[in-house]
Nanobody, 116 residues
Framework: QVQLVESGGGLVQPGGSLRLSCEASGFTLDGYAIGWFRQAPGKEREVVGCISASDGSTFYADSVKGRFTISRGNDKNTVYLQMNNLQSSDTAVYYC?????????WGQGTQVTVSS
C-alpha cells in the first residue's frame, strides 16, 4: 500500500521560507515523477511544480518560478519543496502527487499559512 506523507508546513511571515517534505511508505519514489500541488480556500487545486522521473529536471508554475525549488533527497524516498520569499498568495494546503494507473496517489496535505 503506497502512502505519501507531507510535512513541514506552518505559519510564516511574508518573505520567509519553508521546506516541505514528501515521504513515501511502502514504495520508493526514486525513478518516478512527483508533483506538488496546492489548494487555497475556495479555489481549485493547482500545480506548483514537478520533478521528472529520470534526469531530475523540474517544472514550475509561473506564480512560483524563481522562488520555489523541487529536489530529491539522498535517501531516494523523499521529495522536497523549498519555498522562499513566501507571499500571502502562497497560503494553501500543499499536496504531493504520484501519477499512477489507474488511480493517482496523493498525500493528506500540509497547511502553509503566510501572514504577518
Amino acid at each position: 500500500q503506497v502512502q505519501l506523507v507531507e510535512s513541514g508546513g506552518g505559519l510564516v511571515q511574508p518573505g520567509g521560507s519553508l521546506r516541505l517534505s514528501c515521504e513515501a511508505s511502502g514504495f520508493t519514489l526514486d525513478g518516478y515523477a512527483i508533483g506538488w500541488f496546492r489548494q487555497a480556500p475556495g479555489k481549485e487545486r493547482e500545480v506548483v511544480g514537478c520533478i521528472s522521473a529520470s534526469d531530475g529536471s523540474t517544472f514550475y508554475a509561473d506564480s512560483v518560478k524563481g522562488r520555489f525549488t523541487i529536489s530529491r533527497g539522498n535517501d531516494k524516498n523523499t521529495v522536497y519543496l523549498q519555498m522562499n520569499n513566501l507571499q500571502s498568495s502562497d497560503t494553501a494546503v500543499y499536496y504531493c502527487h504520484l501519477p499512477w494507473d489507474p488511480d493517482d496517489y496523493w498525500g493528506q496535505g500540509t497547511q502553509v499559512t503566510v501572514s504577518s
